[in-house]
Structure formats: C-alpha cells, structure tokens
Nanobody
Framework: QVQLVESGGGLVQPGGSLRLTCATSGRTFSNGVMGWFRQAPGKEREIVAA????????AYADAVKGRFTISKNNAKNTVYLQMNSLKPEDTAVYYC????????????????????WGQGTQVTVSS
C-alpha cells in the first residue's frame, strides 16, 4: 500500500519559516515526480512546487518563487518544502503528491500526473 505522509506544519508568525516533509512508503518514485499543493478555505487546490525525482528539475508557482524551496532525498523517498518569509496568504492545508512517470517540464503542474496524495498538513501564518 502506497502512503504519503506529510509533517512539519504548524502556526508561524509572518516572516517566519517552516519545513514540510513528505515521507513515502510502498513504492519508489525515483523516476517520477513529486509535488506540493495547497488549498486555502474556499479556494481550489493549487500547485506550490514540483520536482522531478531523477535529475531534480524543480518548478515553482509565481506566488512562492524566491521564498520556497523544494528538495528531495531519493534514498529516503522523501521530499521537503522549505518555506521562508511566510505570509498570511500562505495559510492553507499543504498536500504532498507523487507520480510514477516523469512528466515533461511543462506538465509538472498538471494534477493529472500525480496518482498518489497525502492527507495534508495545516500551515497557519498569523501574528
């Protein structure tokens, strides 16, 4: 059974940092793609960042460029999201997702390439 488990969420003040971790089990995604999505109350789920697990090419949503960094550890089947300079508008439930196949770079943000999803972790940015 494939599982994706997110951790590291919490309450942080504006300008602060958090590091999310997504640990996978049940299969390897070393030749595929992993991504972080988020969903704020009343809004649709949106991509935050994605990384191809082979060569490590990463992509970011415009809203987080320069503040968030996605990284991977293939040996541990784990992906991380370092979030710096957090803003109240970053408040959301953050989901990890994984896809078996490596998409072309322009498809990394497509929901269709992700077959597996985690349960999410809450990130709240507030003073």
């Amino acid at each position: 059974q494939v599982q994706l488990v997110e951790s590291g969420g919490g309450l942080v003040q504006p300008g602060g940092s958090l590091r999310l971790t997504c640990a996978t089990s049940g299969r390897t995604f070393s030749n595929g793609v992993m991504g972080w999505f988020r969903q704020a109350p009343g809004k649709e789920r949106e991509i935050v960042a994605a990384i191809r697990m082979g060569e490590g090419n990463a992509a970011y949503a415009d809203a987080v460029k320069g503040r968030f960094t996605i990284s991977k550890n293939n040996a541990k089947n784990t992906v991380y999201l370092q979030m710096n300079s957090l803003k109240p508008e970053d408040t959301a439930v953050y989901y990890c997702a994984a896809g078996i196949k490596r998409p072309i770079l322009s498809n990394m943000f497509s929901h269709n390439v992700y077959e597996y999803w985690g349960q999410g972790t809450q990130v709240t940015v507030s003073s």
